[in-house]
């Protein structure tokens, strides 16, 4: 069985997919992030956002492509689409180690919570919820989700650091 396919072309793009590169190398300093929505309109409006940003865009159809790209890469950022798929794509990101899990901006993209809630994200495990009525903003959204974790953690880093354990 080929990488064809173990990795089906779900999302039907001809840009880059990892099931025709699971081991590619992105680049020093490259950010990289999985998009897992299955609604076209989001998905294209997020990824254009997120390539704006400056990532590298992979897209996954389905649960299962994105569990299958997660093993061979690591991710900057993962937006999860709210769909029967959302809670296997989160469970597995739980069971990441914690010292993994927090490199990992997550984004669960919802029909039915605010932007920003951040009691939501909380008690989803995700860092940032953007509701679909907002995806015009993605970017600026985003970015100040991105800023606001990276302010979060920054005395943490710091102390881990200091520690020699970063």
């Given at each position: 069985m080929g990488?064809?396919?173990?990795f089906?072309?779900?999302?039907?793009?001809?840009s880059?997919?990892?099931?025709?590169?699971?081991?590619?190398y992105?680049?020093?300093?490259?950010?990289t992030?999985?998009?897992?929505?299955?609604?076209?309109?989001?998905?294209?409006?997020l990824?254009?956002?997120?390539?704006?940003?400056?990532y590298h865009?992979t897209?996954?159809g389905?649960?299962?492509?994105?569990?299958?790209?997660?093993?061979f890469?690591?991710?900057?950022?993962?937006?999860?689409g709210?769909?029967?798929?959302?809670?296997v794509?989160?469970?597995h990101?739980?069971?990441?180690?914690?010292?993994v899990?927090?490199?990992?901006?997550?984004?669960?993209?919802?029909e039915?919570?605010?932007t920003?809630?951040?009691?939501?994200?909380?008690?989803r495990s995700?860092?940032?919820?953007?509701?679909?009525?907002h995806?015009?903003?993605?970017?600026?959204?985003?970015?100040?989700?991105?800023?606001?974790n990276?302010?979060?953690y920054?005395t943490?880093?710091?102390?881990?650091k200091?520690?020699?354990?970063?």
């Amino acid at each position: 069985m080929g990488v064809k396919d173990t990795f089906p072309d779900s999302a039907g793009t001809d840009s880059y997919e990892v099931s025709e590169k699971p081991f590619d190398y992105v680049g020093e300093g490259g950010k990289t992030a999985l998009l897992c929505e299955t609604d076209p309109g989001i998905r294209d409006r997020l990824e254009s956002a997120l390539k704006k940003m400056g990532y590298h865009v992979t897209k996954a159809g389905t649960a299962s492509d994105a569990l299958k790209s997660m093993r061979f890469h690591g991710y900057d950022l993962i937006a999860v689409g709210e769909n029967s798929d959302t809670d296997v794509i989160l469970d597995h990101l739980r069971r990441f180690p914690m010292g993994v899990r927090r490199n990992i901006f997550v984004i669960l993209l919802s029909e039915t919570i605010r932007t920003m809630d951040n009691m939501a994200a909380f008690s989803r495990s995700v860092n940032l919820v953007i509701n679909r009525e907002h995806m015009d903003e993605a970017d600026a959204i985003i970015g100040r989700g991105i800023a606001d974790n990276e302010a979060f953690y920054q005395t943490f880093r710091e102390a881990l650091k200091e520690a020699g354990r970063l």
